[in-house]
């Protein structure tokens, strides 16, 4: 009976030390739900802003890659250069039950060329892509994929001017390694449209943030943009009684 009675607290405790696991376990996952979104949020904040020489380096090093990318397409036939404008920005993810951003600290630089053109912009538009393709731009893989600009402009029922125009993509350096942070993010590029507006023209009152998603307050840690206004520099171009065309090519250049 005694022997029974041990076994039975036994198997008592270990159930109670098995409910007291469980419930630490979803305890601990709680906390890191509630608190960072999930664990890899947690470890997202313990990360840190890499320090102002790097930063430096880096952003550089982007801005080449962009003006290397703009001064090919500039050779293009038929274009007028008008403006640049540029927006430089740095965002710190958020993490919590809300939203949990992959990154701890992201950085991009996008650089915009601003031209007019006399021709009619449904042609220049496709002499546009055969020169993106033959500089090595390949349109953004999507589900369902990105119509290229020549679909996007027979297909379009509406004025040609407002179509949607595929996003496109290019690797900066064949030097590819995944696993260093400071090496691995592509170009973007877009026509008359600005990252995170997919409705044709953006005509804005100043350079937008350069990332596809939107910032909560508190998350910008650095922020650096052109003053000049893009809408100015469409009234300038159409003044002067040209087509407007803009290009707009970014780079993540840290994230961590």
């Known amino acids: 009976m005694e022997l029974l009675l041990i076994y039975t607290m036994k198997k008592i405790m270990y159930f109670v030390f098995g409910i007291l696991i469980i419930l630490g376990l979803l305890a ?92 009619d912009y449904k042609e220049f538009l496709l002499k546009m892509e055969k020169n993106l393709n033959d500089l090595g731009w390949s349109i953004q893989i999507y589900n369902p994929p990105q119509p290229t600009i020549s679909e996007s402009i027979n297909q379009y029922p509406g004025d040609v001017f407002t179509a949607e125009l595929p996003i496109y993509m290019k690797r900066f350096t064949e030097n590819y390694n995944f696993f260093d942070k400071y090496n691995k993010y592509n170009m973007y590029l877009r026509i008359n449209n600005f990252p995170g507006y997919y409705s ?13 998603f939107g910032l909560a307050i508190g998350q910008v840690i650095y922020k650096n943009q052109s003053d000049i206004s893009p809408n100015e520099i469409f009234s300038r171009i159409s003044s002067a009684g040209q087509q407007r065309i803009m290009v707009v090519i970014s780079q993540e250049y840290f994230q961590n």
């Not at 990360?47 to 880096?58: A, D, T």
């Not at 044709?200 to 596809?212: A, Q």
Request: aromatic share 20%.
């Open 28 to 119: 601990i996952n709680f906390y890191f739900t509630v608190g960072y979104g999930s664990f890899g949020g947690f470890l997202a904040e313990q990360r840190s802003f890499p320090k102002e020489e790097k930063l430096y380096q880096l952003r550089n090093d982007a801005i080449t890659h962009l003006t290397q990318a703009h001064s090919e397409l500039s050779s293009l036939s038929g274009l007028t250069f008008y403006e640049k404008t540029y927006s430089d920005m740095c965002a710190k993810g958020e993490h919590g039950w809300k939203r949990s951003d992959s990154f701890a600290y992201l950085c991009s630089y996008r650089l915009t060329y601003y031209y007019g053109i006399n021709e």
């Open 200 to 212: 044709g023209w953006s005509e804005l009152d100043k350079e937008p943030e350069p990332f596809d």
